[in-house]
């Protein structure tokens, strides 16, 4: 069975890090592009970044570009997205997800986990 | 960026009724569009891929069609179950975007 779990999410101050996690299984993630879209509170979703198979390749959202950055481990199968320079506007619910084959639609996703940024 | 618009934004139906929400793009997307079913709290469902390919253990009641820049989304027999958000997702070009969501309620 194909799982992604997140964690890492909290409540952060304006201009803070935090990084996120996501662990794979039930499928090899090394052959899969992944990545992760956001929903604010009460809104819709957003993709913000995705990375290739061997993380190689990297793709994001210019609103969190220079700010954001995704990698892999595919020995741990697992995701990361590092979040530095936090904004108010970055509050929302993190998902994961993989890209069904060669095409970055989301076929399985995670539960989410909720980033807060307040002071 | 592909700016992707959905209409309506809120449909109110009753079980039985058929359900259609409309998809466009601001530009070409081939076929490459998704649409996912959301409920509250919860992720996101994908339905369908390249506009019209139901994915496995989607109920036979969606379908989904259309091409370039308009699509379409029909639940032919509202249930219980499809009252939720729906949203379509463009994977032509990045950034990748969504549509703003259709909400699906109880007449």
């Known amino acids: 069975e194909v799982q992604l779990v997140e964690s890492g999410g909290g409540l952060v101050q304006p201009g803070g890090s935090l990084r996120l996690a996501c662990a794979a299984s039930?499928?090899?993630?090394?052959?899969?592009?992944m990545t992760w879209v956001r929903q604010a509170p009460g809104k819709g979703l957003e993709w913000v970044a995705n990375?290739?198979?061997?993380?190689?390749?990297?793709n994001y959202v210019d609103s969190v570009k220079g700010r954001f950055t995704m990698s892999r481990d595919n020995a741990k199968n697992s995701l990361y997205l590092q979040m530095s320079s936090l904004r108010a506007e970055d509050t929302a619910v993190y998902y994961c997800?993989?890209?069904?084959?060669?095409?970055?639609?989301?076929?399985?996703w995670g539960q989410g986990t909720l980033v807060t940024v307040s002071s | 960026d592909i700016q992707m618009t959905q209409s309506p934004s809120t449909l109110s139906a009753s079980v039985g009724d058929r359900v259609t929400i409309t998809c466009r793009a601001s530009?070409?997307?081939?076929?490459?569009l998704a649409w996912y079913q959301q409920t509250p709290g919860k992720a996101p469902k994908l339905l369908i891929s390249?506009?019209?390919t139901l994915q496995s253990g989607v109920p036979s009641r969606f379908s989904g069609s259309g091409s370039g820049t308009e699509f379409t989304l029909t639940i032919s027999s509202l249930q219980p179950d499809d009252f939720a958000t729906y949203y379509c997702?463009?994977?032509?070009?990045?950034?990748?975007?969504f549509g703003p969501g259709t909400k699906v309620d109880v007449k």
């Open positions: 997800a993989r890209c069904a084959g060669n095409s970055c639609y989301f076929d399985y």
């Open positions: 039930g499928f090899t993630s090394s052959s899969y592009w």
């Open positions: 990375i290739k198979r061997d993380g190689s390749e990297k």
């Open positions: 530009q070409s997307l081939s076929s490459r």
């Open positions: 390249e506009a019209s």
């Open positions: 997702q463009q994977y032509t070009r990045y950034p990748y975007t």
